[in-house]
């Protein structure tokens, strides 16, 4: 479904990503590890086009697509659940997930920037109807129905991660970029968003998982790479890489 061919992604002169090889097939959850700086946020970028590589190849379902731009990327399938949450905190909960049913271009995304309560018209990439996908996300995290009305920003930590996924899910993808969603949650919350991702997991939807809780994901994860210094050092089977000596002694304190 997804194959990155030898990428390499630069801030300015500094290379984050140095020449990866991945894939993900359909079906599968796949997880990314690795250290704090290894450049597993960047490749999910670079994936969903919000940086492009300086060389190399990306093919989503047998088209090339790092050349095209994120919101092109969204209607092909891609949705990214990013690091940090970023949800938007002056919109509702209802908003918010609203807000993820459209893609928005880089000029329409300049409009928001320079004026911040304006939202120009915007492309709806919705399959399946807007209304479906937000049943869908209400039966998924009722809470986000118990507070739709609320702002995005005065909801705890695990909720705003519930509606980051929410969000992406609104696209109705085939292929889901999450960034280490269980980051500073409450052990309840982070059992929540692993349940969550097993169950869309098995509804049909891909799955590429970064998380520093190495353990969790590998159990979760058909297949798992370990980055380090912008490269990838390791793959293997989700089962298998928990064995490893290396990654036992790096990656899960043992
Ligand atoms: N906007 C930026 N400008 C310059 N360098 C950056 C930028 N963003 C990231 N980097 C650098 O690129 C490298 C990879 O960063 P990245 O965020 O991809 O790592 P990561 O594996 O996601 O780490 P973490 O686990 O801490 O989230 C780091 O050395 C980081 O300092
Ligand atoms: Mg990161």
Same mark, same amino acid.
């Given at each position: 479904?997804?194959?990155?061919?030898?990428? +390499?992604?630069f801030y300015g002169?500094?290379?984050?990503?140095?020449g990866i090889d991945?894939?993900?097939?359909? =079906?599968?959850?796949?997880?990314?590890?690795?250290?704090?700086? &290894? =450049?597993? !946020?960047?490749?999910?970028?670079?994936? /969903?086009?919000?940086?492009?590589? #300086?060389?190399? %190849?990306?093919?989503?379902?047998?088209?090339?697509? +790092?050349?095209?731009?994120?919101?092109?990327?969204?209607?092909? %399938?891609? !949705?990214?659940?990013?690091? %940090? @949450?970023?949800?938007?905190?002056?919109?509702?909960?209802?908003?918010?997930?609203?807000?993820?049913?459209? /893609?928005?271009?880089?000029?329409?995304? $300049?409009?928001?920037?320079?004026?911040?309560?304006?939202?120009?018209?915007?492309?709806?990439?919705?399959?399946?109807?807007?209304?479906?996908?937000?049943?869908?996300?209400?039966?998924?995290?009722?809470?986000?129905?118990?507070? @739709?009305?609320?702002?995005?920003?005065?909801?705890?930590?695990?909720?705003?991660?519930?509606?980051?996924? =929410?969000? &992406?899910?609104? /696209?109705?993808? #085939?292929?889901?970029?999450?960034?280490?969603?269980?980051?500073?949650l409450a052990p309840?919350?982070?059992?929540?968003?692993?349940?969550?991702?097993?169950?869309?997991? $098995?509804?049909?939807?891909?799955?590429?998982?970064?998380?520093?809780?190495?353990?969790?994901?590998?159990?979760?994860?058909?297949?798992?790479?370990?980055?380090? /210094?912008?490269?990838?050092?390791?793959?293997?089977?989700?089962?298998?890489?928990? +064995?490893?000596?290396?990654?036992? #002694?790096?990656?899960? %304190?043992?």
């Amino acid at each position: 479904m997804l194959l990155l061919k030898d990428i +390499h992604t630069f801030y300015g002169n500094i290379e984050a990503v140095k020449g990866i090889d991945l894939h993900v097939d359909k =079906g599968e959850i796949v997880c990314l590890i690795g250290s704090n700086g &290894a =450049g597993k !946020s960047t490749a999910l970028m670079t994936i /969903s086009g919000i940086l492009k590589p #300086k060389n190399g %190849g990306i093919l989503f379902e047998g088209e090339e697509i +790092h050349k095209l731009p994120p919101h092109q990327i969204v209607s092909r %399938g891609i !949705s990214q659940v990013p690091e %940090g @949450r970023r949800i938007f905190p002056r919109l509702t909960v209802m908003e918010n997930l609203e807000m993820g049913a459209y /893609s928005v271009n880089s000029y329409q995304l $300049s409009v928001v920037r320079k004026h911040p309560p304006l939202i120009p018209p915007l492309t709806r990439v919705d399959t399946g109807g807007v209304t479906t996908q937000l049943e869908k996300v209400f039966e998924l995290f009722s809470v986000l129905k118990e507070r @739709r009305n609320q702002l995005g920003g005065t909801l705890s930590g695990g909720e705003q991660q519930m509606l980051a996924i =929410g969000r &992406a899910l609104m /696209s109705n993808p #085939k292929l889901l970029l999450l960034d280490e969603p269980s980051l500073g949650l409450a052990p309840i919350f982070v059992i929540k968003i692993f349940k969550t991702i097993r169950e869309l997991n $098995s509804e049909g939807l891909t799955i590429l998982l970064v998380e520093q809780n190495a353990k969790a994901a590998l159990r979760l994860a058909n297949r798992g790479y370990v980055m380090e /210094s912008g490269k990838v050092i390791k793959e293997g089977k989700g089962a298998e890489l928990p +064995h490893d000596a290396d990654i036992k #002694k790096a990656y899960l %304190g043992e």
